[in-house]
């Protein structure tokens, strides 16, 4: 195979990840980090119940983790299904309330 074939057959094999790169959006300076916003948040509410051996169905304790469910968790926060929290608010605090609050749930989904 000649120098010029191995360059060509190399860059068509580097071609398509190359283009997959080039099409993901910048990350915008305001968008939150694992370290920063996010495991804090996750740490706090979520890996009570989100790690091997308990009633949650995959564990958020690393970065891969929480990346694979990313989706799902802006989804069922937003509608307030996770974390579970049966009494309805008021004007009065509960002990340990797990609720999100609002600037939480649009970290998730940021």
């Known amino acids: 195979m ?18 997959a790169v080039a099409a993901k959006p910048p990350a915008a300076a305001d968008d939150p980090t694992w370290a920063k916003e996010i495991a804090p948040l996750v740490y706090r509410r979520c890996v009570a119940c989100h790690h091997d051996g308990t009633v949650a169905p995959f564990p958020l304790l690393e970065y891969d983790d929480a990346r694979a469910h990313a989706k799902q968790m802006a989804v069922v926060t937003a509608k307030r299904r996770m974390p579970p929290w049966l009494p309805a608010g008021g004007d009065f605090a509960f002990a340990d309330d797990r609720r999100l609050s609002d600037a939480e749930i649009a970290t998730l989904a940021r």
């Open 2 to 19: 000649t120098a010029a074939r191995v360059a060509l057959a190399a860059f068509a094999a580097l071609a398509p990840a190359a283009s």
